[in-house]
């Protein structure tokens, strides 16, 4: 989540607009891929690479294996890697004790598959993430990052970026001292992160933030804070993704006072959101430190927004809780342009089991002490009154969701219901995929 601290009498009452929302365990099995296709161009060796018979593997313009000095050797292929090269990794370990830069026009890093390829970054004392990606049209695949310092993957402000096949780990489960974010890509045009599994982030697993036209698929999160995180991003596709034992397993963002304020139109489906119930191990004095454990899925002042065919089950808390940034309780801004409001968002055709039975304490508190099992979806029934809701264009609307429990908790005026026959609505689908 982009950095925004909170004086400490503001992050009690963070908590409680917060808490009105009241694949397999090890990751890396199902990430080997046979997506990495080799191309027919003529590979020329690098100096301090190759197979021992001087050949490059087809595709490959530079091959690097184990050595004395990983850094160098990965480093060094990458500067000398001219426009669209790719520069391959054999199995094995490679250890690094700063950070990679990827910064060739449509580079390829690929290794020989996330069980086969750890870059390990345990004893990184310099730069601030594991690798960073300042070029357009790169490609990051098939290897693990471990135990980077910071962010395990950063790319900033590039087009086209794609990350597939890959495992990001923190091997110390839950610590606060673990890196932020696995996935960090941020102020891109195009995001592709597919087959891709991350565990132990203190922030975010996969975040995408002030970017557009992105897709999350595929993919694994599991021990981190929150699992994925769209945040200030427009177009979004998150689907087929399996979101567990997080605190929680989606996030979909906006916060003031960033480049890019209007982020909309995530479109969430076909994901299994389950058992996010880890108590949070975030960095004290940030806005998701504040996340109860318990929560399936959370839209914080973001509009039209889809929610759909997904498998919500098992979060302690609630399955889907939308608010708005609520004035009251959160730190002021200076940012004409950020609407503060969550609005026009549609949640419908989920399937809900076993939702609010292990609540926080102040999910409790804030649905007016009631007994568990807490609401399946719940809302903070706030609206923006300068704005004429017109054929229900501004409302979130609840529709064919099984069983499903509601709740609204009319933050911003009227009485607290639990019926949901006034946001039985719906509005136009988004695309499948991002446009």
Not at 24 to 33: L, Q
């Given at each position: 989540?982009a950095?925004?601290?909170?004086?400490?009498?503001?992050?009690?009452?963070l908590?409680?607009?917060?808490?009105?929302a009241?694949c397999?365990?090890?990751?890396?099995?199902?990430?080997?891929?046979t997506?990495?296709?080799s191309?027919?161009?003529?590979?020329?060796?690098?100096?301090?690479?190759?197979?021992?018979?001087?050949?490059?593997p087809?595709?490959c313009?530079?091959y690097i294996?184990?050595?004395?000095?990983?850094?160098a050797?990965?480093q060094?292929?990458?500067?000398?890697?001219?426009?669209g090269?790719?520069?391959?990794?054999?199995?094995?370990?490679?250890v690094?004790n700063?950070e990679?830069?990827?910064?060739?026009t449509?580079?390829?890093?690929?290794?020989a598959?996330?069980d086969?390829?750890?870059?390990?970054?345990?004893?990184?004392?310099?730069g601030?993430?594991?690798?960073?990606?300042?070029?357009d049209?790169?490609t990051?695949?098939l290897?693990?990052?471990?135990?980077?310092?910071?962010?395990?993957?950063?790319?900033?402000d590039?087009n086209?970026?794609?990350?597939?096949?890959?495992?990001?780990e923190?091997?110390?489960d839950?610590?606060?001292?673990n890196?932020?974010?696995?996935l960090?890509?941020?102020?891109c045009?195009g995001?592709?992160?597919?087959?891709?599994?991350?565990?132990?982030?203190?922030?975010?697993?996969?975040?995408?933030?002030?970017?557009?036209?992105?897709?999350?698929?595929?993919?694994?999160?599991?021990?981190?804070?929150?699992?994925?995180?769209?945040?200030?991003?427009?177009?979004a596709?998150?689907r087929?993704?399996?979101?567990?034992?997080?605190t929680a397993?989606?996030?979909?963002?906006?916060l003031?006072?960033?480049?890019?304020?209007?982020g909309k139109?995530?479109?969430?489906?076909?994901?299994?959101?389950?058992?996010n119930?880890?108590e949070?191990?975030a960095?004290?004095?940030?806005?998701?430190?504040?996340v109860?454990?318990?929560v399936?899925?959370?839209?914080?002042?973001?509009?039209?927004?889809?929610?759909?065919?997904n498998?919500?089950?098992?979060?302690?808390?609630?399955?889907?809780?939308?608010?708005?940034?609520?004035?009251e309780?959160?730190?002021?801004y200076d940012?004409?342009?950020?609407?503060?409001?969550?609005?026009?968002?549609y949640?419908h055709?989920?399937?809900?089991?076993?939702?609010?039975?292990d609540?926080?304490l102040l999910?409790?508190?804030?649905?007016g002490?009631?007994s568990?099992?807490?609401?399946d979806?719940?809302d903070d029934g706030?609206?923006?009154p300068?704005?004429?809701?017109v054929?229900?264009?501004l409302?979130?609307?609840?529709?064919?969701?099984?069983?499903?429990?509601?709740?609204?908790?009319?933050?911003?005026?009227?009485?607290?219901?639990?019926d949901?026959s006034?946001?039985e609505?719906?509005?136009?689908s988004?695309?499948?995929l991002?446009?």
């Open positions: 989540m950095a925004l601290n909170v004086p400490n009498q503001l992050v009690s009452a908590l409680l607009t917060v808490s009105l009241g397999n365990s090890s990751g890396s099995g199902d990430t080997e891929s997506t990495g296709a191309t027919d161009t003529d590979a020329e060796t690098t100096s301090g690479t190759g197979t021992e018979t001087g050949e490059l087809e595709g313009d530079a294996e184990p050595s004395d000095d990983d850094q050797a990965l060094g292929a990458l500067i000398d890697a001219a426009d090269a790719t520069v391959c990794l054999s199995e094995g370990t490679f690094f700063t990679v830069t990827m910064t060739g449509g580079v390829t890093l690929r290794g598959g996330a086969k390829t750890a870059l390990d970054f345990s004893a990184q004392d310099l601030a993430n594991g690798i960073l990606i300042t070029a049209d790169a990051l695949e290897l693990k990052v471990v135990d980077s310092a910071g962010d395990g993957v950063r790319a900033n590039v086209n970026i794609t990350f597939r096949d890959l495992g990001i923190w091997t110390a839950a610590s606060v001292e890196g932020a974010y696995g960090y890509p941020v102020g045009t995001v592709t992160i597919q087959r891709t599994w991350v565990k132990g982030a203190r922030d975010a697993g996969i975040y995408v933030g002030q970017s557009t036209k992105i897709l999350v698929e595929d993919s694994e999160v599991y021990g981190n804070v929150a699992g994925i995180e769209i945040e200030n991003s427009t177009d596709t998150v087929r993704n399996h979101a567990h034992d997080n397993g989606l996030l979909i963002f906006n003031p006072q960033l480049p890019v304020t209007d139109r995530t479109n969430a489906y076909d994901n299994i959101i389950e058992n119930n880890l949070n191990f960095e004290e004095g940030t806005i998701v430190a504040e109860p454990y318990g399936g899925a959370m839209i914080l002042a973001a509009d039209d927004n889809e929610i759909h065919d498998m919500i089950r098992g979060n302690g808390s609630t399955g889907i809780i939308t608010v708005s940034y609520n004035l309780l959160l730190p002021p940012d004409a342009s950020f609407d503060r409001f969550a609005q026009g968002n949640i055709d989920n399937t809900f089991e076993g939702n609010g039975a609540p926080a999910a409790i508190v804030v649905s002490n009631m568990p099992p807490l609401p979806i719940m706030c609206a923006d300068d704005v004429m809701n054929d229900d264009a409302t979130n609307c609840v529709a064919n969701n099984g069983g499903a429990t509601y709740y609204d908790a009319s933050m911003c005026g009227g009485s607290p219901t639990s949901p006034g946001v609505c719906s509005h136009p988004l695309p499948e991002p446009e």
